[in-house]
């Protein structure tokens, strides 16, 4: 979806300030909010893409207007509700109202550790060829898809080179829609500023892109 | 969680001085606490780990062992992600790392445009300007005025590479190590690297 997230290229949003020292918080509701979002996506409910996916789906300005862990916040209540998990009324008024739900699992504390050692490798065996190798030359296809994409919009219709190969990874298209891991060749494509933003510069973007992005440049 | 008069009306009031997203995210705690879909002994643990235990110290000596030990350095390149957990660095948004070497004609930075993918394991969580709007939206189209904005000039006839991280591949940035630091120990070299640099907005120079 060409949603509020999609930020590469945009101007307007003025200077990137950065404090000295900063602090791993700002507040002292950040930690809690960052935590219940850590602690519920181990329930299992949904997966990376989609934890995604509700984010950009917020509303636009609402999207830009938010601090980060509130933004992370309001799309966990969004997923909360939208699967059942927590009525609107009980969010509402912060008290049980229904039943819970089942969960896959609830991480309990002596089990966090181990958790996040472990992490989620995105890796998997495929089936599809791999269609391209380092030197190639690709042109990015130009879809805006209703859905979840990881294709940026500033990268669409340009050409760039093929300048590493991951394997096969989840496909966060497909991913975050409900339709399988569905894993493709992950490639890192190398494009000219000059390329994408016309501009006389010697400077560079690299993307990580998947291969229903690429088409061969003829 | 019992439900008693008093113990709602004490959290009604310490709740008067809170703001309204903080009144939010604790009304969210309590209530899936209550579902039981989250343990809060859980959710102190998350927390300590990320303010105590995992943070850019552990990139720093990242860097600090491929300044000093060429083999690392060279398995970094070919399989980051084995390299780095070698140190015990792995897991959670760090699965699949990627280490960009600066070199005199390639500075590297790294951005995340569509959200604010970062490697957890070797830098810890974000700081605000990495996930704000004005980083993620000029990075990629006019990185040397950002870089001004982090106090870095880079030269001309330098290439700036920007790393969009769209994909589940995470990278750290193994910066130049500054002249005048021969014979110093992997410890002392550690001491100099800063998470900006780490990050490509940012250089390593010995203090003044």
Not at chain 1, 30 to 49: C, H, K, Q, Y
Not at chain 1, 181 to 199: C, I, M, Q, S
Not at chain 2, 142 to 168: C, H, I, N, Q, Y
Request: aromatic residues 8%; glycine residues 8%.
């Amino acid at each position: 979806m060409n949603g509020p997230h999609d930020m590469g290229g945009f101007t307007g949003f003025g200077p990137v300030l950065h404090e000295d020292d900063e602090p791993v918080w700002h507040d002292d509701w950040e930690p809690r909010a960052f935590a219940l979002v850590l602690a519920m996506g181990m329930t299992g409910s949904w997966n990376i893409d989609e934890a995604r996916h509700a984010r950009e789906r917020l509303p636009a300005m609402r999207y830009w207007h938010s601090s980060y862990y509130e933004m992370r916040h309001d799309a966990l209540i969004l997923q909360l509700i939208e699967l059942g998990l927590v009525t609107a009324v009980e969010e509402k008024q912060g008290r049980m109202a229904a039943p819970p739900k089942p969960v896959e699992r609830v991480a309990k504390a002596e089990m966090i550790p181990a958790i996040l050692a472990a992490g989620s490798v995105y890796e998997r065996p495929g089936n599809q060829p791999q269609g391209f190798a380092i030197g190639d030359k690709v042109r990015i296809r130009t879809i805006n898809p209703q859905g979840h994409t990881r294709l940026p919009r500033y990268a669409r219709g340009k050409t760039g080179e093929i300048v590493a190969v991951h394997g096969t990874h989840v496909f966060p298209d497909s991913s975050a829609s409900g339709q399988g891991e569905d894993p493709h060749w992950l490639y890192t494509v190398r494009f000219t500023g000059a390329e994408l933003w016309g501009k006389d510069t010697k400077d560079a973007v690299c993307i990580d892109l998947w291969e229903p992005y690429l088409e061969a440049q003829s | 969680m019992p439900h008693d008069g008093h113990h709602h009306d004490h959290d009604h009031e310490e709740g008067s001085e809170l703001s309204p997203i903080a009144l939010r995210v604790k009304a969210l705690e309590s209530l899936l606490v209550e579902k039981g879909y989250v343990d809060p002994k859980a959710l102190d643990v998350l927390i300590d780990t990320y303010e105590t235990k995992i943070g850019p110290r552990n990139g720093a000596r990242v860097v600090a062992k491929a300044w000093t030990d060429p083999d690392f350095a060279d398995w970094l390149k070919r399989d980051a992600t084995a390299a780095i957990a070698s140190l015990g660095f792995t897991g959670r948004q760090g699965e699949h790392m990627v280490a960009l070497f600066n070199t005199p004609e390639t500075h590297n930075m790294v951005v995340c445009t569509l959200c604010s993918c970062y490697p957890w394991p070797v830098l810890g969580l974000p700081p605000v300007w990495y996930k704000s709007m004005p980083y993620r939206s000029r990075a990629v189209i006019e990185p040397r005025e950002v870089l001004k904005e982090f106090g870095v000039e880079m030269a001309a006839e330098r290439e700036v590479r920007v790393w969009d991280s769209t994909a589940e591949v995470r990278y750290l940035v193994i910066p130049e190590r500054p002249a005048g630091t021969e014979g110093w120990s992997e410890d002392k070299l550690a001491g100099l690297v800063t998470r900006n640099a780490m990050i490509g907005t940012g250089v390593v120079t010995l203090p003044a």
